[in-house]
């Protein structure tokens, strides 16, 4: 079923926001005469439990609409949360299609490997017939950050540039900009010399070195690096040997001082709640890959994964495939330097070949700068994907604020996506856009925002 978009994206007209199409099937359910709960939960370590739950079709009826479409929110609810089971009340079809989707073999294949490598544990789908035994959340957020005193270090590694801050009592009194190829480079040396690099060029700015933060994309315990695209040509046995603890590695080169690792998405929201001292904040990173993280009313990181690059936004089959998970719709193909260099055709803008991502994304950048209208209108239409996809990230979050960074906002680009962003929620989502606040910082911090922010992580004696 097609869905005529009250505000359509200009330069992709098979654009299906997932969230529409969730909403329409939600309307039929509230009209049709019988209905039924269902519950599903997400678990990670430690007991954690994100539960979820809505009124379906019962499984005789519409049964594989409403397969398809649980099984696009029941992943999305998956990234956004992140854990190792996922056990599930209420529908009988629905459990047996997640079930088989999540074999070795299955449509969610790379989803379960996925999660068995970050939780280090097997990837399970659990029946259980007591939906409200998985309704209660058990969830334990953790003040992390905000730290200012002291002489620090913030490292921000992107996929296509490196960012760096010396920071001192809260002050950035250096920060750099480095283009490195991290993504294409399967030597973990060339990983490890270009952080310690900056590292000590960010020392040498200082007259000590008191605490280092890094925000990183990908998934990390305990500082530990336990997947991450920056590392994606390495190969598992280099993996294991020298990149998993890389980042207390060179920490100790500096002097062993306290360390703490994050990902990027998460330091977004911290950065955008440090800004604006306030909580229930969303933070989106559009650069390489689509990075998100959140800080709740509190202001504390919750411990969930936030892997919105894998979260889908459009329920279109025609839609762009991810090549790493290789899934279609997913955030990544939408809110990176691949969403803006997929639109370029249509836009008009020849795209050479040979150039990287990074240096394409530069060319339709400069194109926007000397008032090329098809490059309007792929910022535009970015825009237009962005409002869908805050009315349907707020299904999972509790949002007041949210907070885009990156380099794909980089210029006159960033605030085209906010006021198209905004035009859907007030056209579309009133109701939302009531309660909700977009927010861009300024240029500088757009950059290296992350980088200070990350300082900002371990906490040091005074």
């Known amino acids: 079923?097609?869905?005529?978009?009250?505000?359509?994206?200009?330069?992709?007209?098979?654009?299906?926001?997932?969230?529409?199409?969730?909403?329409?099937?939600?309307?039929?359910?509230?009209?049709?005469?019988?209905?039924?709960?269902?519950?599903c939960a997400i678990e990670r370590s430690g007991g954690a439990l994100s539960p979820w739950e809505a009124c379906i079709f019962p499984d005789d009826v519409q049964t594989s609409r409403t397969v398809q479409l649980l099984d696009r929110v029941i992943k999305s609810l998956l990234w956004c949360r992140g854990g190792f089971r996922i056990h599930v009340s209420g529908s009988r079809a629905v459990y047996?299609?997640?079930?088989?989707?999540?074999?070795?073999?299955?449509?969610?294949?790379?989803?379960?490997?996925?999660m068995a490598r970050v939780y280090e544990r097997p990837f399970e789908v659990l029946w259980t017939d007591n939906g409200d035994s998985i309704a209660q959340a058990k969830e334990f957020p953790s003040a992390v950050g905000r730290h200012l005193n002291g002489c620090r270090i913030g490292f921000d590694a992107g996929g296509s540039d490196r960012k760096v801050s010396a920071v001192i009592d809260g002050q950035a009194v250096y920060s750099e900009e480095v283009v490195w190829h991290p993504k294409i480079t399967a030597d973990p040396r060339y990983h490890y010399e270009g952080i310690l690099s900056a590292m000590q060029t960010a020392a040498s700015h200082m007259p000590r070195v008191?605490?280092?933060?890094?925000?990183?994309?990908?998934?990390?315990?305990?500082?530990?690096?336990?997947?991450?695209?920056?590392?994606?040509?390495?190969?598992?046995?280099?993996?294991?040997?020298?990149v998993k603890t890389m980042y207390i590695d060179i920490a100790k080169r500096l002097g062993d001082v306290p360390l703490v690792v994050a990902n990027d998405g998460d330091v977004t929201a911290l950065a955008g709640a440090m800004?604006?001292?306030?909580?229930?904040?969303?933070?989106?990173?559009?650069?390489?890959?689509?990075?998100?993280?959140?800080?709740?009313?509190?202001?504390?990181?919750?411990?969930?994964?936030?892997?919105?690059?894998?979260?889908?936004?459009?329920?279109?089959?025609?839609?762009?495939?991810?090549?790493?998970?290789?899934?279609?719709?997913?955030?990544?193909?939408?809110?990176?330097?691949?969403?803006?260099?997929?639109?370029?055709?249509?836009?008009?803008?020849?795209?050479?070949a040979d150039l990287s991502p990074a240096e394409k994304l530069k060319?339709?950048?400069?194109?926007?700068?000397?008032?090329?209208?098809?490059?309007?209108?792929?910022?535009?239409?970015?825009?237009?994907?962005?409002?869908?996809?805050?009315?349907?990230?707020?299904?999972?979050?509790?949002?007041?604020?949210?907070?885009?960074?990156?380099?794909?906002?980089?210029?006159?680009?960033?605030p085209l996506i906010l006021e198209n962003a905004q035009k859907v929620l007030d056209q579309v989502?009133?109701?939302?856009?009531?309660?909700?606040?977009?927010?861009?910082?300024?240029?500088?911090?757009?950059?290296?925002?992350?980088?200070?922010?990350?300082?900002s992580l371990p906490e040091i004696g005074e």
């Not at 990181?301 to 894998?310: D, H, K, Q, S, V």
């Not at 955030?331 to 969403?339: E, P, T």
């Open 1 to 39: 079923m097609t869905i005529p978009l009250p505000v359509p994206a200009p330069l992709d007209p098979n654009f299906q926001p997932l969230v529409l199409v969730w909403r329409a099937y939600q309307q039929d359910v509230t009209k049709a005469t019988h209905s039924q709960r269902f519950v």
């Open 429 to 455: 989502f009133p109701e939302l856009a009531r309660s909700i606040q977009l927010h861009i910082p300024d240029e500088k911090s757009r950059r290296v925002g992350q980088s200070v922010a990350a300082a």
């Open 363 to 414: 060319v339709i950048q400069q194109h926007l700068a000397e008032g090329h209208q098809g490059a309007r209108r792929i910022f535009e239409t970015i825009g237009i994907y962005f409002g869908y996809a805050v009315a349907y990230y707020s299904m999972f979050y509790q949002v007041e604020h949210v907070l885009i960074m990156g380099r794909v906002t980089s210029g006159q680009g960033g």
């Open 275 to 352: 800004n604006l001292n306030a909580g229930n904040v969303l933070g989106i990173a559009m650069g390489t890959s689509e990075a998100g993280g959140y800080v709740d009313r509190q202001m504390h990181i919750t411990g969930w994964l936030n892997e919105l690059a894998f979260v889908p936004v459009d329920y279109s089959p025609e839609s762009m495939v991810d090549e790493w998970s290789g899934d279609y719709g997913c955030g990544v193909k939408y809110f990176s330097q691949d969403g803006a260099i997929k639109l370029a055709s249509a836009a008009g803008i020849p795209l050479d």
């Open 210 to 242: 008191d605490a280092i933060g890094v925000s990183s994309a990908g998934v990390y315990v305990d500082n530990r690096i336990m997947v991450a695209s920056l590392f994606l040509q390495v190969s598992p046995e280099d993996f294991d040997r020298h």
């Open 96 to 114: 047996e299609h997640l079930k088989a989707a999540y074999q070795p073999a299955g449509a969610r294949a790379f989803d379960a490997a996925f």
